[in-house]
């Protein structure tokens, strides 16, 4: 294996190489599919909306009955019936008539135009008018006035304005947003078709690492990596399992690898990918497995594996040919064990791999433009990825100086073992290989860490 380093766009190509999404299919409720990207379209089994109706409470009206209403010559129509929401009309709408109707209620037949009730005047079995403009509700009255003229189609929303029966209305690949839960559910879809989710086996390392909230002794430190990976593995679209805490023994650590390969997609360990007397992962990966063991410029996070072992016979022959075994391979990934390190390579090189499984069109964060507000150091050589926060307005947008540019600081701490700053960071700011150091007011790219 070469000890070059490698730039994180040659690691990124080398774990994304022959990954496809995942084949398997699942038809779910819409609502059950948030977050998810759509397998196949979604087309409407019905239109939207379904029949013409109300956009307002009002009168359901013939237009040429009201063409000469005006506020000092208003015309009277009788009223014989109304349209509830949910039910028929009472009846149909002849000459000299109107029937009340109620906002997303059925246009009767025979109306072509809805008068608001704020225009309208309703009149007693006495002729006596009550208050203009009032509510469409109470008793039906007998009668109304109209004083000002509505044109064919006022306040109506026509059958199929807004999709028309068997159009799709959604394309594959497209995120399952609520608002496509609206829409799909909308137009009659009780079911919408996704790819299963990426399996992905996570377990933590060391001999020194306890589980939270157990007793630490002299010399334990409590598993940050598990849980977290866990989380990240929920945020990027896959199901994790738990494969828990091994030490630093081999036999160990390749027993629970052969379990995650049984069960998963993509096995992550945290911890013992170095080159350090006690890192086994390397040697429990290559007795599974094929590995390559790379050192990426990337700051923090420079010790990283990879490689693959043969996935479960049952599942399909991969097509990308890779002989590591008969069925499709299982991704392994070896994450350095300081837990900001860890984080950082899962958001380079493992969470694209889990979002192309699962059929995901955009692979990585969205990325911006920002204004370093405080000096930045780095090692020459490695890109970094230094954990900031946006400064926001009161609204909570993020601010920007004249040129558009995000005005980011420092979260805090830099230094791989410093949690506090990774969970108070909303983006990471990249720092190129060549620079050992950033001023004040250098322009940086901005990696979003809460922007999808």
Not at 85 to 91: I, V
Request: with cysteine; proline share 8%.
């Amino acid at each position: 294996m070469s000890d070059r380093l490698l730039s994180v766009e040659e690691a990124q190509a080398m774990v994304l190489e022959g990954v496809e999404p995942l084949t398997q299919l699942e038809r779910l409720a819409p609502e059950g599919a948030l977050g998810r990207p759509l397998a196949a379209a979604i087309s409407a089994s019905t239109a939207l909306p379904p029949w013409d109706n109300s956009a307002m409470d009002g009168y359901a009206v013939r237009a040429t009955d009201v063409r000469a209403a005006s506020g000092a010559d208003a015309v009277r129509l009788t009223v014989v019936g109304e349209s509830r929401a949910g039910s028929p009309p009472d009846g149909r709408v002849l000459p000299g008539t109107a029937i009340r109707i109620a906002t997303g209620a059925p246009m009767p037949d025979g109306a072509d135009a809805v008068v608001p009730v704020e225009l309208t005047t309703p009149l007693d079995a006495s002729s006596e008018p009550g208050a203009r403009g009032r509510d469409a509700t109470g008793p039906l009255p007998t009668a109304c006035l109209v004083h000002e003229a509505v044109t064919s189609g006022n306040a109506v929303r026509v059958r199929g304005s807004d999709v028309e029966a068997g159009t799709v209305v959604v394309e594959p690949g497209s995120t399952v947003t609520p608002a496509v839960v609206a829409l799909a559910s909308g137009c009659g879809a009780d079911a919408v078709t996704v790819r299963r989710q990426p399996v992905v086996a996570v377990l933590a390392t060391g001999d020194e690492v306890r589980a939270p909230g157990s007793e630490l002794g002299p010399a334990g430190i409590p598993d940050a990596n598990g849980p977290g990976l866990r989380a990240l593995v929920r945020e990027a679209g896959g199901v994790p399992i738990e494969l828990g805490i091994a030490p630093d023994d081999q036999a160990e650590v390749e027993r629970r690898l052969r379990r995650g390969v049984a069960e998963a997609d993509l096995v992550v360990v945290s911890g013992g990918v170095s080159v350090g007397p006690y890192d086994v992962v390397r040697l429990a990966f290559e007795a599974i497995g094929r590995i390559d063991l790379w050192r990426v410029a990337v700051q923090p996070g420079k010790p990283f594996a990879f490689g693959r072992a043969a996935g479960p016979a049952h599942l399909p022959v991969s097509s990308s040919g890779n002989d590591a075994g008969a069925g499709v391979p299982v991704l392994l990934f070896g994450l350095p064990g300081n837990p900001v390190s860890s984080f950082v390579t899962f958001e380079l090189f493992v969470r694209p791999v889990i979002r192309r499984l699962a059929g995901h069109s955009r692979l990585h964060r969205a990325s911006d433009r920002a204004v370093l507000l405080e000096p930045v150091s780095k090692s020459r050589g490695r890109r970094g990825f230094q954990r900031v926060t946006a400064l926001r307005g009161a609204d909570g947008a993020p601010e920007r100086d004249e040129l558009g540019r995000v005005r980011v600081r420092l979260a805090g701490g830099q230094g791989s073992h410093v949690l506090s700053a990774l969970a108070a960071a909303d983006a990471l700011a990249v720092i190129p290989e060549p620079l050992d150091s950033v001023p004040v007011g250098a322009e940086v790219e901005l990696r979003w860490l809460d922007h999808g």
